[in-house]
């Protein structure tokens, strides 16, 4: 199953939509930033915990920042505590160091038993399409394969410690990101990368986690990711694309 998703929201939509308490993690990167800007527009709270907070100025009194590790469980469970959820862009800076070969297994280690201390069970993470093993236009696994097996190693073994947790988590799976504009029109489709999707700009995709991540029902279900049988984006592998 399959959605196309055409979502820019009315004001009534907005003014609607209740504030909730995010942690963005990863909130210097491309998507982070994104993630951020749209999520103050959309009238969330946010803290983010970042190494360096000097790209978040933009923000600065809009938001609250902690300076920190985001390997380090205990300055994670700290920040996130009295959240309502947490949304990561998180990732190694490419090229990829043999240092940060296992970067993203790290983190998840660090953020599941964070958040299980904590309390805060919902998370909505920034995976990559390389792992779509079933996706032939494009071949996304085999083309990760061929170029880019550290990632996709590293990546598995990150969403694994994910599924092996108790968190209310969604793993949203892009495929080449771009600097283009937000457009909200996209397509989703649960454990698949959708057809013909090879790229999706990361102001779409922070569209779509914040989306996914606010859980209104009729949004989530009905407007947004038709995809899921059970009318739930709960624990489940979603693709999306331009």
Do not use: C
Request: hydrophobic letters at 40%.
């Amino acid at each position: 199953m399959r959605a196309h998703i055409d979502t820019e929201p009315s004001k009534a939509e907005r003014s609607e939509k209740r504030s909730m308490k995010l942690v963005v993690l990863g909130a210097t990167g491309g998507t982070g930033l994104e993630i951020v800007r749209q999520a103050i527009e959309r009238g969330h709270s946010i803290t983010a915990l970042v190494r360096s907070p000097d790209r978040l100025n933009p923000f600065r009194g809009r938001i609250t920042v902690e300076q920190g590790d985001l390997l380090n469980s205990a300055e994670l469970e700290k920040v996130i505590r009295g959240h309502d959820a947490v949304l990561s862009g998180f990732g190694p800076r490419v090229p990829i160091s043999k240092a940060d070969a296992h970067l993203r297994q790290q983190f998840a280690g660090a953020l599941t038993s964070a958040m299980r201390r904590a309390g805060v069970r919902r998370v909505v993470i920034e995976s990559v399409a390389f792992l779509f093993k079933n996706s032939v236009l494009p071949p996304a696994y085999l083309l990760g394969r061929l170029f880019f097996s550290g990632t996709i190693a590293d990546t598995s073994a990150m969403e694994r410690v994910l599924e092996e947790s108790e968190l209310d988590w969604t793993i949203v799976r892009p495929p080449e990101l771009t600097d283009k504009p937000y457009t909200g029109k996209y397509r989703a489709r649960e454990d698949h990368l959708p057809r013909f999707g090879f790229k999706i700009s990361r102001a779409d995709v922070a569209d779509f986690m914040i989306r996914v991540v606010e859980d209104r029902r009729a949004d989530v279900a009905d407007f947004m990711i038709k995809v899921v049988e059970d009318r739930s984006s709960i624990r489940k592998i979603v693709g999306v694309s331009n």
